[in-house]
């Protein structure tokens, strides 16, 4: 019989379970973070991270779970969220400064009018993110030499990775993507990406139990056709068909065998004759040794023959015993 009382107690046993998987799902992002912030070096002892904050599900779970990493983190950094404001018409300007000033971090926002220049440099109905996100990064570089920042992090995650590598493969003829870790072209930064190793789709859940107030791109978001919405669908078309290929692909991207693909620049294959002709030049060969040595290696084998011959008599001795 249902009663008050017997739906205030499944309230709370769904209170519950709710808290212990958004536990489960922190303590495997929180491993997954620092795992690939060992891998690669991300962060060392003294480090004024850079935090690029947009507003969306990827960045405030990489702040989040920075935050708390650096609370028992074995080097100690510090944390500066960064906001780069586009100017968006209806761009909440609020919302980011009112969670930030919430949470107790360092912040700034950065006011730049890129949407302008994109919106008048980009025909109607071509992508903007190229033009979009180099301006972007011209501007937060600029504004990480200011603050003294030594290193810069974005919220790229696993699946940002695959699809990069696959829309590399598919437009652009080349085989290369996002990397954990990035000099920049001017060697003047490093950009680091903590969520590597993480899902999307764990990203996801954790933004939605955490309840971020989650900011829309007005300038990219609403591009429906997209070539990298078109390789996310087939990558998530792939997971759905065959689970866990996501994970081995990207293990795949960490495995690389230069000696097995066919970059010249990357491996010698025009000195595998000379590499061959070395290691023949070194081998010791029974047919090249003088008659004396020769001898002697006679008799070593013949002597690892009898010992072999006497174990297995031996052995069979001690079966018919």
Known sequence: ???????????????????????????????????????YGMIRDGDKVMVCLSGGKDSYTMLDILMNLQRNAPVQFSLVAVNLDQKQPGFPEHVLPAWLESVGV?????????????????????TTCGLCS?????????????IGATKIALGHHRDDILETLFLNMFFGGKLKTMPPKLLSDD??????????????SD????????????IPCNLCGSQENLQRQVVKEMLQDWETQHPGRLETMFRAVTSVAPSHLAD???????????????FQAT?????DM????????????????RVQTASETAASLGREL
């Open 290 to 305: 003088g008659s004396e040595q020769a001898g002697m290696a006679e008799d070593l084998f013949e002597a690892e023959r």
């Open 134 to 146: 180099r301006l972007r990064r011209g501007s937060l570089y600029g504004f990480a030499t200011e």
């Open 283 to 287: 081998r010791i060969d029974a047919l």
């Open 187 to 200: 060697q003047r930064h490093i950009v680091i990406r903590p969520l590597a190793y993480c899902r999307e």
């Open 203 to 214: 990203i996801e859940a954790y933004s939605t139990a955490r309840q971020f107030p989650i």
């Open 106 to 126: 360092e912040y700034h926002i950065l006011e730049r009018d890129t949407y302008s220049i994109v919106k008048e440099k980009v025909p109607e109905g071509k």
């Open 1 to 39: 019989m249902f009663t008050p009382e017997t739906d205030a107690t499944s309230r709370t046993h769904d209170a519950a379970d709710a808290k212990h998987e958004l536990n489960k799902l922190q303590k495997r992002l929180r491993r997954n973070v620092g795992t690939a912030i060992t891998d």
């Open 264 to 278: 010249r620049e990357l491996f010698d294959f025009a000195g595998l004759d000379e590499k061959r002709d070395r």
